[in-house]
T-cell receptor, first 115, second 114 residues
C-alpha cells in the first residue's frame, strides 16, 4: 500500500515567490515522523525539515516550513522566497514508531525555479 | 559539520561480479541504513543495522545482499553477484537514535552494472 503520496510530479515557481509542495501519508500508528529531503541534480539527499506526529507546532527551518494537518494526514512543504538554487527534486518521507527503521519515501516533486 | 561519506562515488561492474560499497557514518550515530534509488524513481529502503546486526530489511534485500560493520567506522554493503537491475544510486544513512530521529544521507554511490 502506498504510504506516502506526492501528487505533483513537477512544479514551477517564480524566483522570490513562495511555493507549496504537497505530501499526504497513510498510517495507523499514532507515533510517526515526517521528513522532507532535497535532491539536487548532483544526486545527494539533503535533509530539510522534520515534523513529529505529536508536535504541537508546525516545524520551521529558515525558509522551509511544514504545514502539518494531522487530521487530513498531510505534511506540505512550504518554501518561501524561492531561489534558483532551490531547483531540485523534493521527497517527502515517513517513519512509523512500530516500524522505526523503515523510512518510506514518496515519488518526489521536481521543483523548477524560474528567474 | 559531521557528515556521512561514501566511496566510491561511481562504480561500473560486469554482471555477475561482486561489489562492495563503503560508507562511514557520522561518528556518534548508532543506526545505519542503506537505500537504493533506481534512476528516475523514488528512494527505496534496503536494510537497517544496529548493534552489529540487521534490525530490519526490505524484500529487495535478498540473499545477494549483505551488510557488515568491519570496524568501528565503516559500514559496507556487498552485492555478491550483480545483476543489471542492481544499477542504481545507493545511499548510506545514519541516525543518532532509531525511532523518529533524522537520518542523514551520504552523497551516494552510483552503481552501473553492464
Amino acid at each position: 500500500a502506498q504510504k506516502i503520496t506526492q501528487t505533483q510530479p513537477g512544479m514551477f515557481v517564480q524566483e522570490k515567490e513562495a511555493v507549496t509542495l504537497d505530501c499526504t501519508y497513510d498510517t495507523s500508528d499514532p507515533s510517526y515522523g515526517l521528513f522532507w529531503y532535497k535532491q539536487p541534480s548532483s544526486g545527494e539527499m539533503i535533509f530539510l525539515i522534520y515534523q513529529g506526529s505529536y508536535d504541537q507546532q508546525n516545524a520551521t527551518e529558515g525558509r522551509y516550513s511544514l504545514n502539518f494537518q494531522k487530521a487530513r494526514k498531510s505534511a506540505n512543504l512550504v518554501i518561501s522566497a524561492s531561489q534558483l538554487g532551490d531547483s531540485a527534486m523534493y521527497f517527502c518521507a515517513m517513519r512509523e514508531a512500530y516500524n522505526n527503521n523503515d523510512m518510506r519515501f514518496g515519488a518526489g516533486t521536481r521543483l523548477t525555479v524560474k528567474p | 559539520e559531521p557528515e556521512v561519506t561514501q566511496t566510491p562515488s561511481h562504480q561500473v561492474t560486469q554482471m555477475g561480479q561482486e561489489v562492495i560499497l563503503r560508507c562511514v557514518p557520522i561518528s556518534n550515530h548508532l543506526y545505519f541504513y542503506w537505500y537504493r534509488q533506481i534512476l528516475g524513481q523514488k528512494v527505496e529502503f534496503l536494510v537497517s543495522f544496529y548493534n552489529n546486526e540487521i534490525s530490519e530489511k526490505s524484500e529487495i534485500f535478498d540473499d545477494q545482499f549483505s551488510v557488515e560493520r568491519p570496524d568501528g567506522s565503516n559500514f559496507t554493503l556487498k552485492i555478491r553477484s550483480t545483476k543489471l537491475e542492481d544499477s542504481a544510486m545507493y545511499f548510506c544513512a545514519s541516525s543518532e537514535q532509531g525511532l523518529q530521529e533524522t537520518q542523514y544521507f551520504g552523497p551516494g554511490t552510483r552503481l552501473l552494472v553492464l
